[in-house]
């Protein structure tokens, strides 16, 4: 049974081979043109890594505010711990929970971007001639 298959699919592929007339390829140029095209879209990984250096210089600014904002609810007394309001220990533990978030946050985006960079700089080493398109920063 499954040679009758095999027999029949042969048969079809080569029949369907002395149906064409010969190998066609594409000019050089057009070659050239979607090898470039394809190495562009791996390489936006460049406006991958603006974006994460962006959203890592602003969220830096956000957790260096809130880290002082969060001391002036300190106090600079010795006991100020001890007779803080409730108030005040309710905005400390705010400012610790979005601190705490803020730099998780700021580790993982630490490890994004060396990421990206690897593969940047992986893919501008393979493909030398590649130049990519200015971004506007």
Same mark, same amino acid.
């Given at each position: 049974m499954f040679q009758l298959f095999l027999r029949a699919r042969a048969?079809?592929? =080569? #029949? *369907?081979? $002395? !149906?064409?007339? #010969?190998?066609?390829?594409? +000019?050089?140029?057009?070659?050239?043109e979607t090898d470039r095209v394809r190495i562009g879209a791996v390489l936006a990984v460049e406006t991958a890594l603006q974006e994460a !250096? $962006? !959203?890592? %210089? #602003? =969220?830096?600014r956000r957790v260096d505010d809130a880290l002082a904002r969060a001391s002036v609810t300190f106090g600079n007394g010795t006991d100020e711990y001890l007779e803080r309001e409730p108030l005040d220990n309710y905005h400390q533990d705010l400012f610790a929970a979005d601190i705490s978030n803020g730099q998780r946050r700021l580790?993982? =985006? %630490? *490890? +994004?971007i060396a990421h990206l960079k690897f593969v940047k700089t992986a893919m501008l080493t393979r493909f030398p001639d590649f130049k990519p398109p200015q971004l506007n920063s």
């Open positions: 048969h079809n592929l =080569l #029949g *369907s081979r $002395r !149906e064409t007339k #010969g190998f066609k390829a594409r +000019s050089v140029e057009r070659d050239a !250096e $962006r !959203e890592q %210089a #602003g =969220l830096n580790k993982e =985006l %630490a *490890s +994004s």
